[in-house]
C-alpha cells in the first residue's frame, strides 16, 4: 500500500491475511429460474421429502444422533430448544456425531465414494491422514457452523419435523417415540462399536460447553469398530443399491403409513412403478394421467418437458464452450443437433402457452420463460435463452452473450442437473422399505439422485 504524503510508513494501515480465503459458493443450478414452480409440483406428488432424503439408512443413523446428543444435551444443562441460541445449543452436540459417522464410513466401507456423506472431503484427511487431531474434523470455523445448513441432519431435518412420531410436537430437536424405536434399533446393531453407555458425568458435559466435537472425539473412541455386519446393518447405503432395508419395516410407517401425505406418497410411488415408463417424462405423462382430478399434477407433463427442453438447450451451449473462454454464438446455432435442440425447446415453450393454466404461484417463471423463445431458428432461440438466463436464471451463470460472443462465467466440467420432483428419493425410499419391489428402471440413472451431493461437498470446501 503507497505511504500517506507526511506520515511515517509505520502508521500507514496495512491488510494482512491471516487465514486462508474461503470463496464464497454458489450454486450453479436453477439456470432457468424455474426452481421454485419445481418444488411446487414436487410438493404436490411427493410431499415432505426433499432430493436430499433419499436413503432410509441415514433417517436410521440421524434418529440414533439424534437421541443420543439429546441426552448429552440435558446433561450439559440445556432442556428446550425454543429460540435460535437454544438451537444452536442442542445442534453443537449433534454435529459431531454426524461428522463421526462420516468418518465411520470411510473407514469400513471400502466405496464410501459411492455413498452419501456431507463433509467427506474434510473428515476423509481428518481420519486418515491427520491422526484425527485436527480440530473441528479438519473444517474451518464458518465450514464447522455452515454444516448446520449443508450437512446430513440438514438435509434430513424435514423428516424429522414432519413425519409422524419422529420429533415431539414437529420441534426438529426433540427425540420422538418413532426416532427412539429407530436409534434403539441402530444401538443394538452397533453391538461393540456403540458408545458407552450410560454417558459420563454431567459435569464433563458441561465443563465440554464450546468444545462438543473433542467430548464426542473422546467418548466415542471406538466409532470407526466394525462388529458383524457393520456394513449392510448400520452404514449408510450405496447410491445404486435399492435393496430392501433390514430396519424397512420401522421405517414404512413413518413413510407410507396411513396418514394423509403417507397415503400420497404410496399411491405416487406404485404409479410410477406401473407406469413402465423408460424416461423421466414418461412417468411424468403417466402421472399426469392418472392425477389428473389434480390441477397442479395434470400441468406435470407440460412442465416438464419445458424446463427439460430449455436444460437441453443449456447443455449445448456448454458443450459448445468445453475448453474454450468464449465462442460465438453463430458457430454455436451451426452445431449438428442445434436445430433439432431449437425445434424441441420452440415447441415446448408453445404448448406450455396455448394450454390450459392454472393460478399456482410461480407460474409466471414458466410463463416468462416461455414467452422468451420466439422462434425455432437457433441463432433466435439460442440467443434468447441466453438473455433469460442471464436476466431470470438462479444460482451462478454458466455463459452471458457479449456482442455476438458466448463467454464463460463459470468453471467448465461441472454436470447440469434437469429440473426433477423428488421422484428419485420417492421411489428408492419405497423401495428400501418394500413398497416397491424395485427401483423403476425410469429413475434409476437419473441424475436428481447426485445432483445435492455435489452441492453439500462443494459447500464443504
Not at 9 to 20: L, Q, S, V, W
Not at 77 to 86: I, L, M, N
Not at 359 to 373: G, Y
Not at 411 to 427: A, D, E, M, N, T
Amino acid at each position: 500500500m503507497p505511504q500517506t504524503e507526511g506520515v511515517p510508513g509505520e502508521a500507514n494501515p496495512r491488510i494482512f491475511f491471516t487465514a486462508p480465503w474461503e470463496p464464497v459458493v454458489v450454486r450453479r443450478g436453477d439456470a432457468l429460474g424455474l426452481r421454485a414452480l419445481a418444488d411446487q409440483f414436487a410438493d404436490a406428488i411427493a410431499p415432505q421429502l426433499s432430493n436430499r432424503i433419499r436413503d432410509g439408512r441415514w433417517v436410521t443413523i440421524l434418529a440414533w444422533c439424534l437421541a443420543r446428543s439429546h441426552d448429552v444435551f440435558h446433561a450439559s444443562g440445556g432442556r428446550s430448544a425454543p429460540t435460535r441460541a437454544q438451537q444452536r445449543e442442542r445442534y453443537a452436540w449433534l454435529r459431531p456425531l454426524e461428522l463421526l459417522w462420516v468418518a465411520r464410513t470411510i473407514a469400513i466401507a471400502e466405496d464410501w465414494k459411492q455413498r452419501s456423506l456431507a463433509g467427506q472431503r474434510r473428515v476423509r484427511p481428518w481420519y486418515q491422514d491427520d491422526g484425527q487431531r485436527a480440530n473441528r474434523f479438519g473444517m474451518s470455523v464458518d465450514q464447522f457452523h455452515a454444516y448446520r445448513q449443508t450437512g446430513m441432519y440438514g438435509g434430513y431435518r424435514l423428516a424429522f419435523r414432519t413425519w409422524p412420531g419422529m420429533t415431539v410436537h414437529g420441534d426438529g430437536w426433540t427425540p420422538g417415540p418413532e426416532t427412539i424405536r429407530l436409534a434403539k434399533w441402530l444401538d443394538d446393531k452397533l453391538g461393540g462399536a456403540r458408545p458407552g453407555w450410560p454417558l459420563h458425568s454431567p459435569r464433563s458435559a458441561k465443563r465440554m460447553r464450546g468444545e462438543e466435537h473433542r467430548w464426542w472425539s473422546r467418548e466415542w473412541p471406538t466409532f470407526d469398530q466394525r462388529g458383524r455386519n457393520a456394513d449392510k446393518n448400520t452404514l449408510p447405503r450405496p447410491k445404486s443399491d435399492f435393496s430392501v432395508l433390514p430396519e424397512g419395516d420401522l421405517l414404512k410407517p413413518l413413510v407410507f403409513g396411513s396418514d394423509l401425505f403417507g397415503r400420497l406418497r404410496t399411491r405416487v410411488a406404485r404409479e410410477v412403478a406401473k407406469a413402465s415408463a423408460v424416461d423421466h417424462i414418461a412417468v411424468c405423462n403417466h402421472l399426469g394421467r392418472v392425477f389428473a382430478d389434480d390441477g397442479t399434477v395434470k400441468l406435470l407433463p407440460r412442465f416438464s418437458r419445458l424446463a427439460d427442453a430449455g436444460m437441453a438447450a443449456m447443455d449445448l451451449i456448454a458443450d459448445a464452450m468445453r475448453g474454450k473462454t468464449d465462442v460465438s454464438l453463430s458457430d454455436v446455432a451451426k452445431r449438428a443437433n442445434a436445430k433439432a435442440t431449437c425445434k424441441e425447446l420452440f415447441s415446448a415453450a408453445q404448448a406450455w402457452r396455448q394450454g390450459p393454466g392454472m393460478q399456482l404461484r410461480h407460474e409466471e417463471t414458466a410463463h416468462r420463460f416461455a414467452s422468451t423463445i420466439p422462434s425455432a431458428r437457433p441463432i433466435d432461440c439460442l440467443g434468447a435463452l441466453l438473455q433469460h438466463h442471464e436476466v431470470d436464471g438462479g444460482g451462478l451463470r454458466w455463459f452471458v452473450l457479449r456482442n455476438g460472443k458466448v463467454e464463460s462465467r463459470s468453471p467448465q466440467g461441472v454436470g447440469s442437473s434437469r429440473y426433477r420432483f423428488r421422484l428419485w428419493s420417492l421411489c428408492r425410499l419405497a423401495a428400501q422399505c418394500g413398497v416397491l419391489q424395485s427401483m423403476p428402471l425410469a429413475l434409476r440413472a437419473d441424475v436428481e439422485g447426485e445432483e445435492d451431493e455435489t452441492l453439500t461437498d462443494d459447500a464443504n470446501e
